[in-house]
C-alpha cells in the first residue's frame, strides 16, 4: 500500500499565478485578484459567447497547444465546457480517463504530470479533491507549463466564479447596489467562496450566505458578508439568488444535517419563497442541480432562471482563459 499523497497548503497561491511581467501564467483562485484583471477576463470572455442558434465562436490562436483535462472527481459542466473551449480556439485536447490512469496503479501526481509534460502538453486542467493540488502542481512544472484549477475540494472554483460573475454583470450591468444570497452549504462549497471573492473584489452591494448552521462557513471566514439561518429574511430584497446543493461527498459526519425534504422545507428555494425578493430577481445554480432538494424544479425551468445562461457563458469563460495564458505561450 503506498502513502496518501499530502499537499502543503501554500499561502502565495496569489503570486504564483502571474509572471514576472504581471500576466496570467496559472489560474489558481479568484483570491487577490483586483477589479482589472477580473474585468479584463469577463471582457474577454463576453466576446467568446455564442448567441444561441447561431454558430459557436471559434478562433485558431491555441493552435500547436495541447490542453489535458485531468478531472479525478466527476465534473459534467466543466469538463465539457474546457473540452470545448479548448477546441475552438484549436487547440488539441487530451481528456485523460482517470479511472484507467496509472494514478490508480499508485503513481504520485507528480510522475503523472511529468509523463504528461513530457508529451509536450501546454495547459493542464486539474480537479482535484485535495486542497492544495493545483498549487502543488504549479510549482512544480516547467516555466512552459500553466495550470488551470477546475475546482479544489472545497476551496476554491476560479472558472465557475468568473462565469457566474458574467452572468450578473449580462443582466444587471454593474455589481455596485446589488443584493446577492448565496442559499445551501456554503460551509463545503467552493462555488460560494469563488463567487464571493470575485463579487467583494467589484464592489457587490451586499452579499449574503444563507444557510442552516451545520452548513455555515466559519464566521470569519468572509467577514464582509451577512449570515442568515433564516430563508426568508436572507432573500428580501435580493437582486440574485444562487442556490447550491449539499456537497455531501465532502462530509465525513452526516449527523446533523438535513435530509432533502426537511432542507427543501426549510431551505429550498420556491418562487413563493421568492416574493420578498427584488422585483428584477434572477435565480442561479452551478450544477449539478438536485430539484425538488435545493431548488423547486418549476423555478429552475422558470424565466428568472439563468442557469442556462451560466452554462453557456462557462464555455466563453473558459476561452477567454485559455487565451489569456497562451498569451505567454507565444513569447516562448
Ligand atoms: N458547476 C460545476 O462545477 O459543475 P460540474 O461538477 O458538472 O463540472
Redesign the pocket.
Known amino acids: 500500500m503506498h502513502s496518501p499523497e499530502i499537499f502543503p497548503a501554500l499561502d502565495d497561491e496569489t503570486s504564483l499565478q502571474l509572471n514576472t511581467d504581471g500576466e496570467l501564467r496559472h489560474l489558481l483562485t479568484l483570491k487577490g485578484f483586483g477589479r482589472g484583471m477580473l474585468t479584463e477576463l469577463l471582457d474577454e470572455a463576453e466576446q467568446f459567447v455564442s448567441r444561441p442558434g447561431r454558430k459557436a465562436i471559434r478562433s485558431r490562436s491555441l493552435a500547436g497547444r495541447t490542453v489535458a483535462n485531468l478531472f479525478f472527481e ?6 465539457a465546457s474546457f473540452d470545448l473551449a479548448g477546441k475552438r480556439l484549436g487547440a488539441d485536447v487530451l481528456n485523460l480517463d482517470v479511472n484507467t490512469s496509472s494514478r490508480k496503479k499508485g503513481e504520485s501526481i507528480l510522475d503523472m504530470i511529468y509523463t504528461l509534460q513530457a508529451m509536450h502538453v501546454d495547459v493542464m486542467v486539474i480537479r482535484d479533491a485535495s486542497a492544495g493540488v493545483p498549487a502543488f502542481i504549479a510549482r512544480n512544472v516547467d516555466q512552459h507549463v500553466s495550470i488551470l484549477n477546475a ?1 479544489e475540494a472545497d476551496v476554491s ?1 476560479p472558472t ?1 466564479g468568473l462565469l457566474d460573475l458574467l452572468t450578473i454583470r449580462q443582466r444587471f450591468g454593474k455589481f455596485e447596489d446589488l443584493t446577492v444570497a448565496i442559499v445551501g452549504d456554503i460551509a463545503h462549497s467552493r ?1 460560494a467562496r469563488s463567487a464571493a471573492q470575485g463579487l467583494q473584489t467589484l464592489g457587490v452591494g451586499e452579499l449574503r450566505l444563507i444557510s442552516p448552521p451545520s452548513l455555515a462557513a466559519n464566521s470569519n471566514e468572509m467577514p464582509y458578508a451577512k449570515n442568515y439561518d433564516n430563508l426568508a429574511l436572507g432573500l428580501r430584497g435580493a437582486n440574485v439568488v444562487m442556490a447550491l446543493r449539499i456537497q455531501r461527498e465532502r462530509i465525513a459526519d452526516l449527523d446533523g444535517i438535513p435530509d432533502g425534504d426537511e432542507y427543501y422545507r426549510h431551505f429550498g428555494v420556491t418562487a413563493d419563497r421568492l416574493r420578498v425578493a427584488a422585483p428584477d430577481v434572477i435565480v442561479m445554480h ?3 442541480m438536485n430539484r425538488g432538494i435545493e431548488i423547486e424544479s418549476a423555478l429552475a425551468d422558470s424565466p428568472v432562471s439563468v442557469i442556462t445562461q451560466q452554462v453557456r457563458n462557462g464555455v466563453a469563460v473558459r476561452m477567454a482563459v485559455l487565451e489569456r495564458v497562451s498569451r505567454i505561450m507565444a513569447s516562448n
Open positions: 466527476p465534473s459534467t459542466r466543466t469538463r475546482g472554483h465557475q462555488v452551478p450544477g449539478p
